[in-house]
């Protein structure tokens, strides 16, 4: 009765309810105790009501406020939300919402600072508007969903988020263990809150108003989903770290959540779901995943989502990317171009956007491009210098092989020679740590450099690494004709490195060897590609200095055969690219496509038994029926074979 009493009423009113219910019992005075039994206070005067509209309101306007936000008025909405900030949790969390993804976008430390400060003020007053339990009690019972108030769930949800968000800043920030430590424990305190949540939505059956359960239920779903797809992407050693933490990963389920989140009629985090499906199904699966995307499916998002944001300068962003990739490189610069001017006064967002730019040029081959917005990133960015640095130095060489020629090195010029080999000599000093290692794009530039000193200050076709580090061969799948240049380059080079050539210049040959087999696999000579990957690693004992390329050929091939549905020849040359090789370059890409690719692999084969059981089902059935001596007309339209949406597993569950 007391839990009850108090679970109607806002938590600054809650306290106080309680000590008047205990004087009544104590004085014996029920004289001014309101109707009903005497411990709930009376409706009469509003008190319960103006509590639901203010929660409400601070709902509706935190929804305008991020609208607003997404539709370029950045300043105004920070301005305004941070004004009513103590009022009530709900704005209190939009404000970090909002202040973390500017710190994310400009990686300016001052503003990580003010992000995290926010955060944590978020979390503190989400924690205090939270349903209180102690963890004796919870380990033994679950309190029933329809006990808690509609603002204690969303104060549950909203902790939920903001830890996971701080987790992830103390991830860019604190390049330690500790720091990594603090996240993980972060994140999984996180997750422990979202399946509440989501325990929550399943059971509740009751909510104050429609639009506080569509609120609340997009999101749970965002959240969910977007754990699980992350948590799927990560290589099997960090997997199996979350895995004993407690959490892991299923990537159909997390996009189907995720997907009911984006198109919700109604819920004030339904844009973010949908702009976090964009980012994913056209960046994040070009960088973690195979570069298959539904290209289908990602226009009917997008067209949703322009009813929604109309306007919005990251819906530009995202209509560029997905005219990049289609491979449209100029219908994508007009978006990026287009997005540029209508973010005034948020100008390190603009450096997404020049990043972005970058590699529509160089699938061009518009190298003196390539080097003006590579140098505007080195100038402004503190993103990763040491990146920069050898791209500047990178693009800088490949201008002047397009202005004197490939093999003409000493016509190159001088001056701007010396200012390469400057630049990539800082490189190695320039790097990050995080636990005392190198970023894996930092170590691959690192590598780069020395490469390049060992090789005489010399760079042979050096972009298509970054290609394929960064995942833009499928990009130009689409149009081969971004990539018939590129394979030339290739085969023209072959004929000056050829297989015979010297041992020092010998591993440039299987190196374009190499690319010679991804370009022919994009553009869809399977044949040949494959050939290409097995002399790779046929020959992997006299591959000296590109120790890279034997398990880069493994995935390759893996990745091929799986393609040609040749699931267990996939699957062999999958594992041994992650298990059969150590300590080379660019080791971590391989590892997050094969285990992707492999994970594919098992919900193929799941499905392929489920249906081989669900036929079995079928014609145990048909036997039965014309044992009974059913006629044919009867049997078929009773045995009916269920379609595929029948065999999946309620997605709550």
Same mark, same amino acid.
């Given at each position: 009765?007391?839990?009850?009493?108090?679970?109607?009423?806002?938590?600054?009113?809650?306290?106080?309810?309680?000590?008047?219910?205990?004087?009544?019992?104590?004085?014996?005075?029920?004289?001014?105790?309101?109707?009903?039994?005497?411990?709930?206070?009376?409706?009469?005067?509003?008190?319960?009501?103006?509590?639901?509209?203010?929660?409400?309101?601070?709902?509706?306007?935190?929804?305008?406020?991020?609208?607003?936000?997404?539709?370029?008025?950045?300043?105004?909405?920070?301005?305004?939300?941070?004004?009513?900030?103590?009022?009530?949790?709900?704005?209190?969390?939009?404000?970090?919402?909002?202040?973390?993804?500017?710190?994310?976008?400009?990686?300016?430390?001052?503003?990580?600072?003010? +992000?995290?400060?926010?955060? =944590?003020?978020?979390?503190? !007053?989400?924690? @205090?508007? #939270? /349903?209180?339990?102690?963890?004796? $009690? &919870?380990?033994?019972?679950?309190?029933?969903?329809?006990?808690?108030?509609?603002?204690?769930?969303?104060?549950?949800?909203?902790?939920?988020?903001?830890?996971?968000?701080?987790?992830?800043?103390?991830?860019?920030?604190?390049?330690?263990?500790?720091?990594?430590?603090? +996240?993980?424990?972060?994140? =999984?305190?996180?997750?422990? !809150?979202?399946? @509440?949540? #989501? /325990?929550?939505?399943?059971?509740? $059956? &009751?909510?104050?108003?429609?639009?506080?359960?569509?609120?609340?239920?997009?999101?749970?779903?965002?959240?969910?989903?977007?754990?699980?797809?992350?948590?799927?992407?990560?290589?099997?050693?960090?997997?199996?770290?979350?895995?004993?933490?407690?959490?892991?990963?299923?990537?159909?389920?997390?996009?189907?959540?995720?997907?009911? !989140?984006?198109?919700?009629?109604?819920?004030?985090?339904?844009?973010?779901?949908?702009?976090?499906?964009?980012?994913?199904?056209?960046?994040?699966?070009?960088?973690?995943?195979?570069?298959?995307?539904?290209?289908?499916?990602?226009?009917?998002?997008?067209?949703?989502?322009?009813?929604?944001?109309?306007?919005?300068?990251?819906?530009?962003?995202?209509?560029?990317?997905?005219?990049?990739?289609?491979?449209?490189?100029?219908?994508?610069?007009?978006?990026?171009?287009?997005?540029?001017?209508?973010?005034?006064?948020?100008?390190?967002?603009?450096?997404?956007?020049?990043?972005?730019?970058?590699?529509?040029?160089?699938?061009?081959?518009?190298?003196?491009?390539?080097?003006?917005?590579?140098?505007?990133?080195?100038?402004?960015?503190?993103?990763?210098?040491?990146?920069?640095?050898?791209?500047?130095?990178?693009?800088?060489?490949?201008?002047?092989?397009?202005?004197?020629?490939?093999?003409?090195?000493?016509?190159?010029?001088?001056?701007?020679?010396?200012?390469?080999?400057?630049?990539?000599?800082?490189?190695?000093?320039?790097?990050?740590?995080?636990?005392?290692?190198?970023?894996?794009?930092?170590?691959?530039?690192?590598?780069?450099?020395?490469?390049?000193?060992?090789?005489?200050?010399?760079?042979?076709?050096?972009?298509?690494?970054?290609?394929?580090?960064?995942?833009?061969?499928?990009?130009?799948?689409?149009?081969?004709?971004?990539?018939?240049?590129?394979?030339?380059?290739?085969?023209?080079?072959?004929?000056?490195?050829?297989?015979?050539?010297?041992?020092?210049?010998?591993?440039?040959?299987?190196?374009?060897?190499?690319?010679?087999?991804?370009?022919?696999?994009?553009?869809?000579?399977?044949?040949?590609?494959?050939?290409?990957?097995?002399?790779?690693?046929?020959?992997?004992?006299?591959?000296?200095?590109?120790?890279?390329?034997?398990?880069?050929?493994?995935?390759?091939?893996?990745?091929?055969?799986?393609?040609?549905?040749?699931?267990?020849?996939?699957?062999?040359?999958?594992?041994?690219?992650?298990?059969?090789?150590?300590?080379?370059?660019?080791?971590?890409?391989?590892?997050?496509?094969?285990?992707?690719?492999?994970?594919?692999?098992?919900?193929?084969?799941?499905?392929?038994?489920?249906?081989?059981?669900?036929?079995?089902?079928?014609?145990?059935?048909?036997?039965?029926?014309?044992?009974?001596?059913?006629?044919?007309?009867?049997?078929?339209?009773?045995?009916?074979?269920?379609?595929?949406?029948?065999?999946?597993?309620?997605?709550?569950?």
């Amino acid at each position: 009765m007391f839990r009850f009493a108090s679970s109607l009423q806002p938590e600054e009113e809650g306290v106080d309810a309680c000590e008047e219910a205990v004087d009544v019992l104590k004085n014996g005075d029920f004289s001014n105790s309101g109707t009903g039994d005497g411990l709930l206070p009376d409706d009469d005067d509003g008190s319960l009501q103006k509590s639901r509209v203010d929660f409400e309101e601070a709902l509706r306007e935190t929804e305008d406020l991020l609208l607003r936000f997404l539709q370029n008025s950045y300043v105004d909405a920070i301005e305004e939300i941070s004004s009513k900030a103590h009022l009530h949790f709900t704005y209190m969390q939009g404000k970090a919402n909002f202040l973390i993804l500017k710190a994310i976008v400009t990686l300016d430390p001052e503003e990580i600072e003010v +992000a995290l400060k926010a955060c =944590q003020e978020a979390i503190d !007053a989400c924690h @205090e508007a #939270r /349903r209180k339990q102690s963890w004796f $009690t &919870s380990w033994f019972w679950k309190t029933d969903p329809n006990d808690f108030t509609d603002e204690e769930i969303h104060a549950e949800l909203g902790y939920a988020e903001t830890t996971i968000l701080m987790a992830l800043l103390i991830c860019i920030t604190e390049r330690t263990i500790v720091g990594l430590v603090k +996240a993980g424990f972060k994140i =999984q305190t996180s997750m422990g !809150a979202f399946l @509440e949540c #989501r /325990r929550i939505l399943k059971e509740r $059956t &009751s909510y104050c108003s429609e639009d506080s359960k569509a609120h609340f239920e997009s999101g749970v779903r965002m959240g969910i989903g977007a754990y699980n797809v992350i948590t799927s992407h990560l290589p099997n050693r960090i997997l199996s770290l979350v895995s004993f933490m407690g959490m892991g990963g299923n990537r159909s389920y997390g996009l189907k959540q995720a997907e009911k !989140a984006a198109f919700m009629e109604k819920g004030i985090r339904a844009p973010l779901a949908g702009l976090g499906l964009l980012g994913y199904h056209i960046k994040v699966e070009f960088l973690l995943g195979l570069g298959e995307v539904d290209f289908e499916y990602v226009g009917k998002l997008i067209d949703h989502m322009s009813k929604r944001i109309e306007g919005s300068a990251l819906l530009t962003i995202f209509n560029g990317m997905y005219e990049e990739a289609l491979g449209h490189p100029k219908e994508a610069i007009v978006h990026y171009e287009a997005a540029m001017t209508r973010i005034q006064y948020w100008i390190q967002a603009h450096h997404g956007c020049h990043w972005l730019l970058l590699w529509c040029y160089a699938v061009q081959r518009q190298w003196d491009k390539c080097t003006e917005k590579i140098k505007i990133l080195l100038d402004e960015c503190r993103w990763s210098p040491a990146t920069f640095n050898y791209m500047y130095a990178m693009f800088l060489y490949m201008e002047q092989e397009q202005k004197h020629g490939q093999h003409n090195r000493d016509k190159f010029d001088p001056d701007v020679m010396a200012q390469i080999s400057h630049m990539m000599s800082l490189v190695p000093g320039l790097r990050h740590r995080i636990a005392g290692k190198t970023v894996h794009l930092e170590k691959f530039v690192e590598l780069r450099s020395y490469l390049f000193f060992n090789e005489k200050e010399t760079m042979l076709l050096s972009i298509l690494d970054m290609f394929y580090l960064w995942n833009i061969f499928p990009m130009m799948q689409k149009n081969p004709a971004l990539l018939e240049p590129f394979l030339k380059d290739v085969e023209d080079n072959l004929l000056i490195y050829p297989q015979s050539s010297s041992e020092e210049w010998r591993h440039r040959y299987y190196y374009l060897i190499f690319y010679k087999g991804v370009c022919k696999r994009y553009m869809g000579d399977i044949e040949e590609s494959i050939n290409c990957f097995r002399e790779v690693i046929a020959c992997e004992a006299d591959i000296k200095e590109y120790t890279h390329l034997p398990p880069h050929a493994c995935l390759e091939l893996g990745l091929v055969y799986r393609k040609l549905d040749d699931l267990e020849e996939a699957k062999f040359w999958l594992n041994k690219a992650i298990y059969d090789y150590a300590n080379y370059m660019n080791a971590t890409t391989v590892h997050i496509r094969a285990h992707t690719a492999l994970t594919i692999i098992r919900t193929q084969e799941g499905q392929q038994e489920n249906m081989e059981a669900v036929y079995a089902q079928f014609e145990d059935k048909l036997k039965q029926m014309s044992s009974r001596g059913v006629t044919l007309e009867e049997t078929e339209k009773a045995a009916t074979i269920p379609d595929a949406a029948t065999l999946e597993v309620e997605d709550l569950s």
